[in-house]
Structure formats: C-alpha cells, structure tokens
C-alpha cells in the first residue's frame, strides 16, 4: 500500500528533502508550482511535528538562506531495511505454520503492548486514555490527531510508517485495535482505513462529556 501522507503536500515536501538533503521554501516552491508562502505555511506545520528543522546557512557572498532538512523522526516515514527483514520474516512462518500464526504474534504483541498502557492510565477518565494513546502512537511516528464530536473522540492516524509491512501482513493493525478495545474499556469502532484505502485510519470512541 503507497502511503497516502506521500499524496500530500507535506508528504512531497518530505520525500523532496530527503532527495535534496536541504532546501529553501524558494526551491521548493519552483519544484511543486506553489508560492513560498505556500510552501512555508507546510513547512510550519512540519517543523511542529518533528519532521522538519530550519537554519540559516550562507552559500558564497551571497545573504544567509534559510534552509530546511529533515530531522531523524522523519525517516519513521520511509521503507527501511528492517521492513523488508520483518516481512521475510512473517512471509516463512506464513508459510511453515498458516495465517493463525502470524495473527496470534501480533495479538500478543497487541496484549503486552495494552498491559504496558493500562499501568500508565490507571485512574484516568476516557478521554485522558484516548490522549495516552495518542500520545504513545505519535511517538512511533505517526501524525495523530484526536477531535471530540458530542459524545464520541475520534482519532485519526494520518500515516502509517509500517505501511510496508501492513501492506503484505494486515495482522499488523490487530495490535492497535488491541490496545484500544483494551484500555479504552469502553465502544470503540473503526469508520475508515488507511489500508483499504482510506485517508486516515479512524476510530470513533463513545466518550459522553460526563465520563
């Protein structure tokens, strides 16, 4: 599956200054057609979220140019070597022990990973779970947000940096549902995929204000 973030804007961005190793807004707004402010409005909005980091730099006589690069979290967003590890990995114990195999790897990973939640959110409210969660999540490198909508707190996941390995194992996406249905202990109901197509993976969790 192509990650959708790589659709984006930003996602161009990205992927333009991991082939350019560092760029203006200028330059970047001749690649893409678009006005430097255009440019910087994105380039704000990456830098917030860890992915990008600006520095004035002099290049001959001419006046400092500020430059962006990417920092080390963005490479979160990029197939690694350990990717296509892992995926030969799960591919032989497909093979050799079936579908169930791999599906109860990533259910008890699922299951170690909520143990490991649920002592972090002991004596929190559902929302505070839902922000934990999210707060865990970003820091895999995911791009999450978390928005209430009456009685329900949606979470969004706008990228998955294990698209590769979803993309040939969906039991990858049984961990997270694990944890949700877990320490949320409450409904909680997937809306939309990133792996099926989908512009964010989204999960709807009853939260009613009073909770």
Known sequence: MHDRFFDST???IVDALRNRRAASAFELAAEFGLSANAIRQ???ILERDGLVTGKSVRRGKTKPTHEYELTAEANRYFPQAYD???NAVLREIRTTSGDEAVTQIFESIGKRASERMARKVAGMNVAERVDAIAASIRSAGVTVDVERQ?????????NCPYASVVAE?????????????TVIDTDVKQTESLATGGNACRFEVAAPASR
């Open 10 to 12: 930003r996602g161009k």
């Open 42 to 44: 994105q380039l704000v």
């Open 84 to 86: 296509r590890m892992l």
């Open 150 to 158: 009456g009685d329900v707190l949606v979470l969004r996941e706008h």
């Open 169 to 181: 194992n969906p039991e990858c996406c049984t961990a997270i549902h694990t944890v949700l249905d």
